[in-house]
């Protein structure tokens, strides 16, 4: 990626200030220089992109996602491994793309190959507080325990649920690619005082992760409400009238997914505050507190089955 000695100078600029104790606040100037290295961010695959197509197409078929498929050798190999892993224990397991999506459906391979691809996209070298295995931890926990509520609520199309908590912290990926430096000042911060990401973030008047989020998969023009997912996860988004209906219960699953991770310890997100769960993240799913610990035994027991997720992830 480019611009890698604007990048530096701009990591420069940041220990300078902080080693002069200068204020953390950020000027116009630094937020906007910020912003426009987004576009240092790769457009995505074609893949990707194609299979984001067939999602949004209501005349899409499994046809089309294994034709596509044909195209890309290693994203195949990927699936067939997720496809055989015991998450979703496959009986007799599967060798090619057609038996997967004759057991999986389109869906959720359509979702699979969307969530893949984008991980790929981002580095997977460890920045100095961030380790990207815990993190991969933190945003398959939070893709299973979506997955977990959408079945279980009946709400929202469980894949769709799964891809949006696997994407929620997208932004912090970017972060960790534009300027990791910052990104390894706000975890030490948020490490030592055992508080939230977001905090540290509208303190220092930054972008937060989430619009990082947004500003990137709606370049990458992502499903609009993967997009509000991603936007919206540390949101309690009930009275806000401008976010589309029929997305909210999504929103309001993986806001609940994330924080039952960071409760429960599932990986690392450089979030510190350790999950509290608060009235407004049950009520809008009608959810009671005594259901808690039946959905924290699911989400253990399905993260033991989720293992074959660490190798697709690189
Ligand atoms: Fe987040
Ligand atoms: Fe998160």
């Given at each position: 990626m480019g611009n890698r000695a604007g990048r530096a100078g701009a990591a420069a600029k940041i220990t300078q200030e902080s080693s002069e104790g200068a204020s953390r606040r950020k000027t116009n100037a630094e937020y906007s220089d910020l912003l426009s290295k987004l576009q240092d961010i790769p457009t995505l695959p074609v893949v990707a992109m194609k299979v984001t197509e067939l999602i949004n197409?209501?005349?899409?078929?499994s046809a089309d996602i294994a034709k596509l498929l044909k195209r890309d050798q290693v994203l195949t190999a990927k699936i067939l491994r997720l496809a055989n892993?015991?998450?979703?224990?496959?009986?007799?397991?599967?060798?090619?793309v057609q038996r997967a999506l004759a057991f999986l459906g389109f869906n959720t391979l359509a979702q699979l190959v969307l969530g893949l691809s984008v991980f790929s996209l981002f580095s997977t070298i460890d920045g100095e507080e961030f380790s990207m295995l815990e993190f991969w931890k933190h945003a398959l926990g939070t893709a299973v325990c979506s997955e977990i509520l959408a079945k279980r609520l009946g709400l929202v199309k469980p894949e769709e649920a799964f891809t949006c908590g696997l994407l929620h912290d997208i932004g912090k990926l970017v972060l960790h690619e534009i300027d990791r430096e910052r990104l390894s000042e706000i975890v030490k911060e948020t490490k030592n005082r055992k508080c939230s990401f977001v905090e540290v973030e509208r303190e220092r008047e930054l972008p937060g992760h989430s619009y990082l989020g947004d500003v990137i998969a709606t370049k990458w023009g992502l499903p609009q409400v993967i997009r509000l997912a991603i936007r919206y996860h540390?949101?309690?988004?009930?009275?806000?009238?401008?976010?589309l209906a029929s997305a909210k219960p999504l929103i309001y699953i993986v806001r609940l997914a994330n924080t039952l991770c960071l409760k429960n310890d599932?990986?690392?997100?450089?979030?510190?505050?350790?999950g509290i769960v608060t009235e407004d993240m049950l009520e809008p799913l009608k959810l009671?507190?005594?259901k808690i610990p039946e959905i924290e035994a699911k989400l253990a027991e399905e993260m033991q089955k989720a293992g074959g997720f660490f190798d697709a992830w690189r």
């Open positions: 197409d209501p005349a899409s078929s892993s015991s998450y979703y224990a496959i009986p007799g397991g599967c060798v090619d540390h949101f309690d988004v009930r009275g806000m009238d401008s976010i599932i990986g690392k997100s450089g979030d510190y505050s350790g009671t507190r005594d």
